[in-house]
């Protein structure tokens, strides 16, 4: 009698099992995910990348609560990544250059195929929200794959790019 309960159990548990509805591409690649988080030097905020359905934003969160809020505004799932990403040293800013494939170092993808191709540049926001400026090109369409965009900061405390064969040198 037990071993009739157990199986008449375990049927059970399979049907329902059998009867939901199957986990679909669409549903994986749905899903929102964060990458690239980054602290402030000062301020105590922090700030990420977050890819919601193709369309890459920049997300910060600061104390006492760290509840994140978006800052950019980018709506289009267009191939375009973001990265480089720098707090200014106050804390109040983000510095990212929007554009292009960080993971490969190619060209800057190009889905939709517009004819004035992708853009690369470097851009800064207001950790609390606002329309970014953009401080001037990026990598660009015509360098080498090797080449390396570091943010940094001169003496002058003017923002500038720089290519450079090796991260951080």
């Not at 591409?25 to 922090?46: I, K, T, W």
């Not at 960080?102 to 800064?124: H, I, K, L, T």
């Amino acid at each position: 009698m037990r071993k009739l309960r157990l199986m008449t159990a375990l049927l059970c548990g399979f049907g329902a099992v059998a009867a939901q509805k199957p986990f679909t591409l669409e549903q994986a690649m749905s899903n929102p995910f964060p990458e690239h988080l980054v602290a402030a030097p000062a301020a105590g905020r922090v700030a990420w990348q977050l890819n919601a359905r193709g369309a890459r934003n920049i997300w910060v969160a600061g104390p006492p609560d760290y509840r994140g809020r978006q800052i950019t505004t980018f709506t289009q799932d267009d191939g375009q990544d973001i990265g480089e990403m720098s707090w200014t040293p106050d804390g109040r800013s983000i510095v990212f250059v929007h554009g292009g494939d960080f993971d490969m170092r190619r060209e800057a993808p190009n889905p939709r195929s517009n004819p004035e191709g992708a853009e690369q540049a470097v851009w800064v926001i207001s950790a609390d929200g606002g329309a970014p400026r953009k401080l001037g090109e990026g990598l660009g369409r015509k360098r080498q794959a090797n080449h390396y965009a570091e943010l940094g900061r001169e003496r002058t405390g003017q923002l500038h790019s720089r290519d450079d064969a090796t991260p951080g040198g």
